[in-house]
C-alpha cells in the first residue's frame, strides 16, 4: 500500500475555475447586458423598454455559491393618470390609461373639434425615465360664436 501525500504551494487568492449560475432572461418589455457569460464575478444589468418601469434588481452578480444577488427582474407597464373632462370635453369610456392606449374624447354639445380627426388621446412614453404622460389634449371650440355672427348677417340682409 502506498500512501500519498500532496503540499499545496498555492497562496490566495486562490483562482478557481469560473462556475456557471442559473441562465437569467432579459424581462419581457426589457433589455439585458451581462460583463461576461453568466459565470462566477461576472455581472448582469436590466433595464426596461419606455413605458415600463423596472421591478426587483437592475443588477445582479454571479457569485462564487452559483447563486445570483437580488432579486428576480420584470418590467410592469405604466399607466397614465386618469382623464377627466372639462368645461368643453368629455371622456368616451372605456378609457384604458395603460402606456401605448388611446382615449376618444368628444366636445360638449355647442362646440365642435377644429380637426374632426383629433379627438383622441394618447397615454405616451414622459420625458423622465420610467414615467407616462399624455399627448395633447385636443382643443373644443365654441360653435355658439359662429351661429351669434350667422345670425346678425341673416338680420342684416332682410
Given at each position: 500500500?502506498?500512501?500519498?501525500?500532496?503540499?499545496?504551494?498555492c497562496?490566495p487568492p486562490?483562482?478557481y475555475p469560473?462556475?456557471?449560475?442559473?441562465?437569467l432572461y432579459?424581462p419581457?418589455?426589457?433589455?439585458?447586458?451581462c460583463?461576461?457569460?453568466?459565470?462566477?464575478?461576472?455581472?448582469?444589468?436590466?433595464?426596461?423598454d419606455?413605458?415600463?418601469?423596472?421591478l426587483g434588481?437592475a443588477?445582479?452578480?454571479?457569485?462564487?455559491?452559483?447563486a445570483?444577488t437580488?432579486?428576480?427582474?420584470s418590467?410592469?407597464?405604466?399607466?397614465?393618470?386618469?382623464?377627466n373632462?372639462?368645461?368643453?370635453?368629455?371622456?368616451?369610456?372605456?378609457?384604458?390609461?395603460?402606456f401605448n392606449?388611446?382615449?376618444?374624447?368628444?366636445?360638449?354639445?355647442g362646440?365642435?373639434y377644429r380637426?374632426?380627426?383629433?379627438?383622441?388621446?394618447t397615454?405616451?412614453?414622459?420625458?423622465?425615465?420610467?414615467?407616462?404622460?399624455?399627448?395633447?389634449?385636443?382643443?373644443c371650440e365654441?360653435?355658439?360664436?359662429?351661429?351669434?355672427t350667422?345670425?346678425d348677417?341673416?338680420?342684416?340682409?332682410?
Amino acid at each position: 500500500m502506498f500512501l500519498i501525500i500532496i503540499i499545496c504551494l498555492c497562496t490566495p487568492p486562490f483562482v478557481y475555475p469560473a462556475q456557471p449560475c442559473p441562465t437569467l432572461y432579459a424581462p419581457l418589455h426589457g433589455g439585458m447586458s451581462c460583463t461576461g457569460e453568466q459565470v462566477t464575478d461576472e455581472t448582469c444589468y436590466f433595464t426596461c423598454d419606455p413605458g415600463y418601469e423596472l421591478l426587483g434588481s437592475a443588477e445582479r452578480f454571479c457569485q462564487p455559491t452559483n447563486a445570483w444577488t437580488g432579486q428576480h427582474t420584470s418590467c410592469r407597464i405604466l399607466h397614465c393618470p386618469v382623464l377627466n373632462g372639462n368645461d368643453d370635453t368629455f371622456i368616451v369610456y372605456p378609457c384604458d390609461t395603460a402606456f401605448n392606449s388611446s382615449c376618444m374624447l368628444q366636445c360638449t354639445p355647442g362646440h365642435y373639434y377644429r380637426d374632426p380627426n383629433a379627438n383622441f388621446i394618447t397615454c405616451i412614453a414622459g420625458p423622465v425615465h420610467e414615467t407616462v404622460i399624455w399627448t395633447d389634449r385636443p382643443m373644443c371650440e365654441g360653435r355658439l360664436l359662429q351661429l351669434a355672427t350667422l345670425i346678425d348677417i341673416s338680420v342684416v340682409n332682410l
